[in-house]
């Protein structure tokens, strides 16, 4: 949504790792948020077929790039290599996810969805004392608490405050159960 109200070409990039997975379902969610706020922003997805490529991460950003986009996202270890170029162009940003990668590069990372490990440990504890080890799916996701969003403070007036308060919103409607995302 963030890229998507805040993109200026109207084209924004994911630099994925392998087409399989989280990363596609991270790539669906992002592409859905996007087409729900701009149904006419064009979401380009190019996977660089391994994990930790940072060469072919960053080549795939400068692609990205020159058809354009002014919003980059990715996941995986290899993302180092395409906020690296990100980084050396102006008003070019991304967004990261699994962790906050601002201090990569400060004024390129936007905004990071960040993993809390604290708490998906927390409701292993809570499920090892009710007695139950293992077989339990533990998501990642706004409702279960084990998943934030962190705006990069150096770059935060950037972004509107109507956009920031609709992204807001819709965070809440997810973690009250009032929107469901179903992802491809």
Same mark, same amino acid.
């Given at each position: 949504?963030?890229?998507? @109200?805040?993109?200026?070409?109207?084209?924004?990039?994911?630099?994925?790792?392998?087409?399989?997975?989280?990363?596609?379902?991270?790539?669906?969610?992002?592409?859905?948020?996007?087409?729900?706020?701009?149904?006419?922003?064009?979401?380009?997805?190019?996977?660089?077929?391994?994990?930790?490529?940072?060469?072919?991460?960053?080549?795939?950003?400068?692609? @990205?790039?020159?058809?354009?986009?002014?919003?980059?996202?990715?996941?995986?270890?290899?993302?180092?290599?395409?906020?690296?170029?990100?980084? *050396?162009?102006?008003?070019?940003?991304?967004?990261?996810?699994?962790?906050?990668?601002? @201090?990569?590069?400060?004024?390129?990372?936007?905004?990071?969805?960040?993993?809390?490990?604290?708490?998906?440990?927390?409701?292993?504890?809570?499920?090892?004392?009710?007695?139950?080890?293992?077989?339990? @799916?533990?998501?990642?996701?706004?409702?279960?608490?084990?998943?934030?969003?962190?705006?990069?403070? *150096?770059?935060?007036?950037?972004?509107?405050?109507?956009?920031?308060? *609709?992204?807001? *919103?819709?965070?809440?409607? #997810? #973690?009250?159960?009032?929107?469901?995302?179903?992802?491809?």
């Amino acid at each position: 949504m963030l890229a998507a @109200h805040m993109t200026e070409s109207g084209i924004l990039g994911i630099v994925g790792p392998v087409e399989a997975g989280d990363a596609v379902r991270y790539n669906s969610g992002f592409r859905q948020g996007a087409l729900a706020v701009d149904p006419d922003v064009q979401v380009r997805i190019a996977y660089t077929g391994s994990f930790g490529d940072l060469v072919g991460a960053g080549d795939l950003a400068s692609s @990205h790039i020159d058809a354009g986009a002014d919003f980059l996202t990715g996941s995986a270890q290899q993302t180092v290599g395409a906020i690296r170029v990100v980084e *050396e162009v102006d008003d070019v940003y991304w967004l990261s996810t699994d962790m906050d990668q601002s @201090h990569i590069a400060p004024k390129s990372v936007l905004a990071s969805q960040v993993y809390n490990f604290e708490a998906v440990v927390n409701q292993m504890l809570d499920l090892r004392e009710e007695g139950i080890i293992g077989g339990e @799916h533990l998501a990642l996701s706004f409702p279960a608490g084990t998943l934030d969003l962190r705006y990069n403070e *150096e770059l935060v007036d950037l972004i509107p405050e109507e956009v920031r308060a *609709e992204i807001e *919103e819709v965070m809440q409607q #997810i #973690i009250d159960g009032e929107l469901v995302i179903e992802l491809d």
